[in-house]
């Protein structure tokens, strides 16, 4: 019984040091969640109305003004840039990011897979991890872009250029990126969107046939050339700004599950210990008693 009594007190020991872990990882996510949420709700609004802008621009060009970023051709090598976090213990985020890629590839781009036509870019280990140990037939353009814990806009915007210049010259025939859309802390949603060729703007069913009425100054080719460059860089870094702040949440969110499962754990084995313990001390007073009792018949 006393063997029985030390196993139990070694897991709750190891039990309560876990929750320490836990409890730092959930307050150390918090405080990371803070910075990365401030950066993307106010990066946002800003990069979704460029978006529509840069959509509405490119369905609306007039005369010979024109920008390879916005013609759609056929589609025959296709990249996919996965964006997930370089380290774990964030629950199901990253695997849901990998999932939601691969339900791209076979839905939207399965001709192409059977061919052999799609390339896969991974910036964080995670996504690169988990499609190097299922998925042998695809081309991976490199291990994985070691960008993700220093996404600044200079570090993001050189990748962006690269696959820019991929797209142009007809390397890539379309380029998506998948990555985890931040709404709160509580809930990430994998996105999978068209980066390149720029999606044209759809119009409502109910629109009548307008089109927009843009001044342009100087003239509208040499803002196209200007323009069109810079929003697609900044998009591209608010997928990884998103991505971040997704990651902090889901952490936080696992961290403080785990805490709270531990929690319940020691509870039971406490319970257990106790009566291990009462067993322990019952069978040792029937011992004495019983030996007491022997002295006296003799």
Known sequence: MAGGLKEVRERI????NTQQITKAMKMVSAAKLRKA????VQMRPYADRLNRLLSNILSNLDGGATTSFGKAREVKNVLIVVVTSNRGLCGAFNTNICKEAII???EKYGKQRREGNVSVLFIG???YDYFRRRFRDMSFTTDYIPVYDTPTYENVSAIARTLMEAFATGKYDAIDLVYGRFKNAGTQ???AEQWLPVPKMAAAPSAKKTRADYIFEPDQQQLLETLVPSILQLSFH???LDTQASEHGARMTAMDKATENAEELLKNLKINY???RQEAITTELGEIVGGAAALEGN
């Open 13 to 16: 020991k190891s039990v309560i």
């Open 189 to 191: 949603i994998p996105t």
């Open 37 to 40: 949420q401030g950066a993307i």
């Open 125 to 127: 280990k995670k996504g």
């Open 238 to 240: 608010k997928t990884l």
């Open 274 to 276: 106790n009566k291990a």
């Open 104 to 106: 791209a590839i076979n």
